[in-house]
């Protein structure tokens, strides 16, 4: 059997990790190639419907490398994508996958090594972990014989009840009337074109 080539998508910050990745490609530092680069200005900028769509279109792992704390180029773009990341990693676990499929790493631009040794520890996580199955079969019961299992049914999802109307209309003193269409028609200047243009 071929050995699993895991297909990564990394999301690297402009000017931290992406300068590391490019140091250690002109220094010609070997790391799997497995990893798929994106430039992003900061990782405060990674939306998480990014990763999930990378997920979703068949990537087996998410790589985000970004500055180190408190060296943000956009003062805190790193916290924001900490907290994301930890946010997401909790979303993984409850749709029965492994958290370890996406991480998050601290590079600066001079420390190409350390981005080759951490894509090339996260290549092999990702190897040992096979591939993501989001599509997988429903849970069967185990404790029943083989001719008797049938698949467990899946959760029904919680639907909170509508919220009661208790009749009473939103304040909206505060906010400034509309001016009427033509309030503004005295406000703009009137420009005549010559006869002879």
Known sequence: MAEFNPTIIGFACNWCCYAGADLAGT????????????????????DPQFILKAFKEGADGIFIGGCHPGDCHYVSGN????????????????????????????????????????????????????????????????DAPPEKQTPVPAAEPVVPPPAEDSGRKPDLTHLKAVPEAGQFASRIPQFKIPDGA
Not at 27 to 44: A, D, E, Q
Not at 105 to 121: D, K, L, P, R
Not at 131 to 137: E, G, T, V
């Open 27 to 46: 220094s010609r530092m070997k790391y799997p190639p497995n990893l798929r680069l994106i430039r992003v200005m900061c990782s405060g900028r990674i």
């Open 79 to 142: 916290y924001k994508a900490e907290k994301r990341i930890d946010l997401l990693k909790g979303l993984l676990a409850g749709l029965s996958n492994e958290p370890e499929r996406l991480e998050l790493h601290w590079v600066s631009a001079t420390e190409g090594q350390i981005f080759a040794n951490e894509v090339t520890s996260f290549t092999e996580r990702i190897r040992k972990l096979g591939p993501l199955a989001l599509d997988a079969p429903a849970p069967v019961q185990q």
